[in-house]
């Protein structure tokens, strides 16, 4: 299952697919982490299916990985 957010400034994010050893994901990674707020962040999946409805997200690490 693809982890997928909407960021109001950055748009999609596959949160799969950044690896935190590669200099440009782990930089996207540092503005976002710990620096949303409610409204930056929603689910991708639930954006799509329900617009009307946001689904607001929120970073954090587990297992090492976002």
């Known amino acids: 299952m693809?982890?997928?957010?909407?960021?109001?400034?950055h748009g999609e994010i596959n949160l799969d697919e950044l690896d935190l050893t590669v200099r440009e994901d782990r930089m996207l990674w540092e503005s976002l982490y710990?620096?949303?707020?409610?409204?930056?962040?929603?689910?991708?999946?639930?954006r799509?299916?329900?617009p009307g409805c946001p689904?607001?997200?929120f970073l954090r690490l587990q297992r090492g990985g976002p």
């Open 55 to 57: 689904q607001w997200m």
């Open 34 to 46: 710990g620096k949303t707020v409610k409204g930056d962040l929603e689910c991708r999946e639930c």
């Open 48 to 50: 799509e299916n329900d």
């Open 2 to 9: 693809a982890h997928g957010v909407f960021h109001k400034t």
